[in-house]
């Protein structure tokens, strides 16, 4: 029987709390008609589902999972922010040594090239709040380019650029050096860091997040990750309505 703190949920989520997926790819999974429950197909978003019903996904019966994970990982350069790569490249998830056969997935992603911070749960409900745009967690990067920055084209970043009908903004940075920027994302589009500094002609030669929210690394080196303290989680989960982390410049 599942616990009564799952007592009368809305369907995507009891999902997600079983590691079905995250909460917006359980909604997809309800409209394809891959959901039952108590044997009849549901494809309602928001059925509530009660502790006593019998939820379904593809013919299996599922059930929240008994414990949730949160785990932060300091990716290294070269590792591939997935389950799988039919090429053969290294898989972050693979740094999990831990994780053993739980399923465990990314939130948001790094990629290729890109190293730093990158979460780790099996709470799809937890994967949805934090990755969600609405949620307005910022992620901090530390930028290296290949020729002097110039804080003109900053400052356009800053203000919001168009690029093949796509519009990307940074929400602030910091100087470093003349080759290296702190940024700070919101949004944080599919390579849209690579994206703007490519448009204005430069060469990234790294990036790295060190920031996601009010979480940081704790000092851990390339390969390694830690469980997310209680106090983070929560700090990660607060009402989308919440103010931003972070400073401003």
Known sequence: MVDTEYDGLRLQVYLAKCDVGSRRKCEALIAAGQVSVNNLVVRVQ???????????FEGKEVHPTAQMEYILLNKPEGYLCS???????????????????????????????????????????????????????EKEYILEVDKPLLETDLSDFKTGVNMDGVWYRIESYRIINQFQVSLVLIEGKNREIRNLFAGRGYYVRKLKRIRIGPV???????????????????????SEKRGKHGSRN
Do not use: M, W
Not at 216 to 237: A, M, V
């Open 46 to 56: 928001g059925t509530k589902v009660h502790y006593r019903d019998v939820v379904t």
């Open 83 to 137: 389950n799988y790569d039919a090429e053969g490249r290294p898989i972050a998830i693979d740094l999990l040594k831990a994780s053993g056969d739980r399923r465990l997935f990314h939130v948001g992603r790094l990629d290729f090239k890109s190293s730093g911070l990158i979460i780790y749960t099996n709470d799809g409900a937890f994967a949805n709040a934090v990755a969600h745009p609405s949620s307005e967690i």
């Open 216 to 238: 940081t690394s704790f000092n851990l080196r390339p390969g390694d990750y830690r469980n997310l303290t209680k106090q983070e989680i929560h700090d990660l989960t607060l």
